[in-house]
């Protein structure tokens, strides 16, 4: 069982004191917050890309890098980081091939029910104002996507002005990244 696993290597982790390499503080050394798709391409491949070490950065990930909603839990972590832990820049991080460009939300519908979610479930929420198929749909450009998370985060209200938010693209292969948004010069009115 694999978190009987995960417990055992743990119990070795921590007897060899393996976790001092990785001790560190709460405040990013580079003082910026990156949010990420969660893909696994991108666990040591985007920090590495970046110059990013332990301790450089505060990390979120979500399905496709996206910041779907401005008052959901990634906003709330942004704006945490900015304020109690003296982050100064947000970078939003897509990248090429990405899952959820890809998703069909019947599809997806159709997964649920077959591992138990009753219809009348799905029904009832496409009924209570959620918009199911539109939530659970994924992105036909990256680009946009990054530009559209980078301007929720931007625009928000609770964001400084002086904050420059960035937006780029990495190749989950080769760890190439390509500018979408320079957080620098994009100005906000």
């Given at each position: 069982m694999l978190m009987n696993e995960i417990l055992d290597w743990?119990?070795?982790?921590?007897?060899?004191k393996e976790y001092e390499k990785?001790?560190?503080s709460k405040f990013p050394k580079k003082k910026i917050v990156v949010v990420s798709c969660m893909d696994t391409r991108l666990t040591e491949l985007l920090p590495n890309a970046m110059n990013i070490k332990n301790g450089d950065a505060k990390?979120?990930?979500?399905?496709g890098a996206v910041v779907a909603h401005p008052f959901g839990s990634i906003m709330r972590s942004i704006i945490?980081?900015?304020?109690d832990l003296n982050a100064h820049e947000v970078c939003v991080v897509g990248h090429h091939d990405c899952g959820?460009?890809?998703?069909?939300?019947?599809?997806?519908r159709r997964k649920m029910v077959d591992r138990g979610i009753l219809e009348e479930t799905l029904t009832t929420l496409d009924y209570s104002g959620i918009e199911i198929?539109?939530?659970?749909?994924?992105?036909?450009?990256?680009?946009?996507?990054?530009?559209?998370?980078?301007?929720?985060?931007?625009?928000?209200?609770?964001?400084?002005?002086?904050?420059?938010v960035h937006g780029?693209?990495?190749?989950?292969?080769?760890?190439?990244?390509?500018?979408?948004?320079?957080g620098y010069e994009v100005t906000v009115k």
């Open positions: 743990n119990k070795q982790f921590v007897e060899n990785y001790q560190t990390f979120l990930k979500t399905a945490v980081a900015i304020y959820i460009s890809h998703v069909n939300p019947l599809e997806l198929n539109d939530w659970l749909r994924g992105f036909d450009s990256v680009t946009e996507s990054v530009k559209n998370s980078a301007g929720v985060i931007r625009h928000h209200p609770l964001i400084p002005k002086n904050i420059p780029l693209v990495i190749d989950p292969e080769t760890g190439e990244l390509d500018f979408v948004e320079n």
